[in-house]
């Protein structure tokens, strides 16, 4: 009796054992017709919209030397007050001016066969300031130069508010993806039907800083007036899209 229930388990689990994978077998081409039953197109496209740009970030500093670094500091520091001072005149706010560099260096002079010789020293102090009306910007280096800055090393064009130009940009790039999916639903002999998904890439970047050649503080620089000139933008939006096509 015992050898009759063992053999009708047996058989009950081996049924059981056979019966997966033919129900697997049913699923699998169920699931790959209705993943291939559906046309689509993933399609990428970008809109771009030109502005002028609305304010300026500059960066400047005085760079001095002096035979020990408090007096290379000292003569720094005097000279940075100046231009402080000068950029305030201009019209540049306090919380517009940041420090972005200080740096003290030793200077050496450097002979065949004989160890480095300590000559003085080098320091440099550089602030970043952002101008948020472009009309001072020329006013505002010029200042900057006559009361003592001897580097002007980047300036970078930007916006104070850039929603409207990516909102732009973004109609556009939705318009051109659009246009996109009908070319190729047209060719292929279909129809789009809807768009399944949509998703943004990039947006609003900054300029990055152009580089000015850093000179010595020139009088005939501040003379002239330094013109400068924002420009425009390009504000950019990258999208992608996947739609869905019929016959």
């Known amino acids: ?13 081996l049924t059981t054992t056979a019966a997966a994978p033919a129900a697997l077998a ?34 400047l500093g005085v760079m001095t030397e002096g035979k020990t670094a408090a007096e290379a500091m000292q003569a720094n520091a005097t000279r940075m007050s100046a231009v402080m001072a000068s950029l305030r005149k ?15 260096n030793p200077q050496y002079k450097y002979q065949e066969n004989q160890p480095p010789l300590l000559i003085g020293y080098q320091a440099s102090n550089n602030v970043t300031i952002t101008v948020h009306d472009l009309k001072k910007l020329g006013a ?26 990516e909102n732009a940009a973004r109609e556009a790039a939705v318009k051109a ?6 070319l190729y639903a047209k060719a292929t002999g279909h129809k ?3 768009l399944v ?17 850093a000179y010595a503080a020139k009088r005939e620089m501040a003379d ?24």
Do not use: C, H, W
């Not at 009796?1 to 689990?13: F, Q």
């Not at 081409?29 to 993933?42: E, G, I, Q, V, Y």
């Not at 706010?93 to 740096?103: C, E, G, K, M, V």
């Not at 002239?224 to 016959?247: F, M």
């Open 197 to 213: 998904s949509l998703s943004e890439g990039g947006g609003y970047t900054p300029q990055p800083p152009m580089p000015m050649m």
């Open 90 to 104: 201009a019209g540049i706010a306090d919380r517009d001016i940041q420090t972005s560099n200080l740096n003290l």
């Open 140 to 165: 505002a280096v010029d200042a900057s130069v006559s009361a003592g800055a001897n580097q002007v090393q980047g300036i970078s064009f930007g916006l104070e508010d850039s929603t409207a130009a």
């Open 1 to 13: 009796m015992k050898t009759l229930m063992r053999a009708a388990a047996l058989g009950l689990l």
């Open 177 to 182: 993806l659009s246009a996109k999916a009908d």
């Open 26 to 59: 049913q699923a699998a081409p169920a699931a790959a017709d209705t993943m291939f039953r559906a046309t689509t197109l993933n399609l990428s496209a970008y809109g771009e919209t030109k502005i002028a740009p609305d304010m300026a970030s500059i960066n």
């Open 224 to 247: 002239a007036g330094t013109s400068v000139s924002g420009g425009e933008l390009k504000v950019r939006v990258d999208i992608t899209g996947l739609y869905e096509l019929t016959r």
């Open 192 to 194: 789009v039907s809807r």
